[in-house]
C-alpha cells in the first residue's frame, strides 16, 4: 500500500514577496512583481519588462564567502528551502537525515555565471576562468547545495524539464515517499535567468509580452494578450510520509494525492494542438488520486500570457472535465509573479496549498478583454471565497513536457 505524503513546510523567494505568507497576501490582494528591468540596459531589446526579484539579499541566509561561490538560482534555492526547514520546524539533529532527500530542479540553471565566465575567457583569457565556474552554473546544484548546506543524506536528484521542471520535481518527491525511499524531501524549483544573454534568447522568440504598461503586460487569457513576462525566484516544499508527520507533531498544510506526467512528442516550442499532452497529464494525476473529475474545486492553470498556451491549455480542461469545466474555477497567478520558469510550478503549488487551506482563491488580474475562445471561468480580477477540497495544478514546458499536481486539503 503507497504511504501518503503531506506538506509541512513551505519557503518562497518571488517577484512579489519573500516568505510565503508576504507571497499569498500579494496573491489574494492582486499585487503584481512586474516592472522595468533594472539589470541592465534594455533599450535594444523588444521586450522590456519583467518580474524581478529587488529585495533579495544572499547574506540574510548564506554566509558571504559560500553566496560568493553559489549562483543567484542557488542562492535562491538555499533561501527558499531554509524557509521551508523553518516552517516544517524540521531539526536534522533529531531525524534520519540518510531518510532525507532533495529533489530541487532549474530549467536553465547559472546563466548569469555562464555570461561572466564566457566575458572574462574573451578580456582576459582562459587562466583567468574561476575554479568555481562549472560547480556554480551546473543545474544540478542547487539540490547538491541545498543537501549539503541542511545535511540531507537520502534521494538526491535534479528535474530540467523546462516550464514544467518543478511540478515534476514535487510529484518524483511525492513518488520516492509513496513508495517508501525517503521520510522527507525538500522539493522545488528555483530560477534567476533575467539576464542579457537569456533575455534576448526569449525575445528572439518572440514568446514574450512587448507592452511597455507592467499592469497590462501578463495578461492570462484575455483576448488581447501577447506574451509571457519572465520572472525570477524559488519555491520550496516540504513533503513528508504522513505517520512521520504526524509522529513529530508537524503542522500539516495539505496532502498530495495525484501526479501526472506526459511528453507532447510534437514541436520544440509549441503545444501539442488542442492541448492533447496536456490533458493526457491531467487524466493521469486525476487517476492516480483516485478521484472524479467533478471533486477538483480550483485550477492553478499554466496560463502563460501567450496565445497558443492560453488556447490550448482552455481547450485541453474541456477535453477533461466535459461540461463541468464551465462551473470550475482556474487562475493564473503568473498575472502577477510573472513567469519563473522553472520555478513556476512550485510556486503556483504554494498558491493552491493555501487556497485549500483557506478557501480563497486567487485571481487572474489584468483581464479586461474576454477572448471567445478562452471562455472558462478565469476569476478575472479579483479573487473569491470558496471552500474546496482538491486543487490541481498545471505546467506545461518547451519540449512538450507536461506536469500537474492535484492537492487535498488536510
Not at 524557509?83 to 534520519?96: G, P
Not at 547559472?110 to 568555481?132: A, M, V
Not at 467533478?294 to 492560453?310: K, P, Q, V
Request: negative net charge; charged residues 20%.
Amino acid at each position: 500500500m503507497n504511504k501518503r505524503v503531506v506538506i509541512t513546510g513551505m519557503g518562497v523567494i518571488s517577484p512579489i514577496g519573500a516568505g510565503k505568507n508576504n507571497f499569498w497576501e500579494a496573491l489574494k490582494n492582486g499585487r503584481s512583481g512586474i516592472g522595468h528591468i533594472t539589470k541592465f540596459d534594455v533599450d535594444s531589446y523588444s521586450s522590456k519588462l519583467a518580474a524581478e526579484v529587488n529585495d533579495f539579499h544572499a547574506n540574510d541566509y548564506i554566509e558571504k564567502k559560500e553566496a560568493r561561490r553559489m549562483d543567484r538560482f542557488t542562492q535562491f534555492a538555499i533561501a527558499a528551502s531554509k524557509m521551508a526547514i523553518d516552517d516544517a520546524a524540521i531539526s536534522v539533529e533529531e531525524i534520519d537525515a540518510q531518510r532525507m532527500g532533495v529533489i530541487i530542479g532549474s530549467g536553465i540553471g547559472g546563466l548569469e555565471t555562464f555570461e561572466n565566465q564566457y566575458k572574462t575567457l574573451i578580456e582576459k583569457g582562459p587562466n583567468r576562468i574561476s575554479p568555481f565556474f562549472i560547480p556554480m552554473m551546473i543545474s544540478n546544484m542547487a539540490a547538491g547545495q541545498v543537501s549539503i548546506y541542511f545535511g540531507a543524506k537520502g534521494f538526491n536528484e535534479t528535474v530540467v524539464t523546462a516550464c514544467a521542471t518543478s511540478t515534476n520535481a514535487i510529484g518524483d518527491a511525492f513518488k520516492v515517499i509513496q513508495r517508501g525511499d525517503a521520510d522527507i524531501m525538500i522539493a522545488g524549483g528555483s530560477e534567476a535567468a533575467i539576464t542579457p544573454l537569456g533575455f534576448a534568447g526569449f525575445c528572439s522568440m518572440k514568446a514574450m509580452s512587448t507592452e511597455k504598461d507592467p499592469l497590462k503586460a501578463s495578461r492570462p487569457f484575455d483576448k488581447n494578450r501577447d506574451g509571457f513576462i519572465m520572472g525570477e525566484g524559488a519555491g520550496i516544499l516540504i513533503l513528508e510520509e504522513l505517520e512521520h508527520a504526524l509522529k513529530r507533531k508537524a503542522c500539516i498544510i495539505a496532502e498530495v494525492v495525484g501526479y501526472g506526467s506526459t511528453g507532447d512528442a510534437f514541436h520544440i516550442t509549441s503545444p501539442a494542438p488542442d492541448g492533447e499532452g496536456a490533458a493526457r497529464s491531467m487524466k493521469a494525476a486525476i487517476k492516480d488520486a483516485s478521484i472524479k473529475e467533478e471533486e477538483i474545486g480550483y485550477i492553478n492553470a499554466h496560463g502563460t500570457s501567450t496565445y497558443y498556451n492560453d488556447l490550448y491549455e482552455t481547450k485541453a480542461i474541456k477535453n477533461v472535465f466535459g461540461d463541468y469545466a464551465y462551473d470550475l474555477p482556474i487562475s493564473s497567478t503568473k498575472s502577477m509573479t510573472g513567469h519563473l520558469l522553472g520555478a513556476a510550478g512550485a510556486v503556483e503549488a504554494i498558491a493552491c496549498a493555501f487556497a485549500l487551506q483557506e478557501g480563497f482563491l486567487p485571481p487572474t488580474m489584468h483581464y479586461d478583454t474576454p477572448d471567445q475562445e478562452c471562455d472558462l471561468d478565469y476569476i478575472p480580477n479579483k479573487g473569491r471565497m470558496k471552500n474546496i477540497n482538491y486543487a490541481l495544478s498545471n505546467s506545461l514546458g518547451f519540449g512538450g513536457h507536461n506536469a500537474t499536481l492535484i492537492l487535498k486539503k488536510y
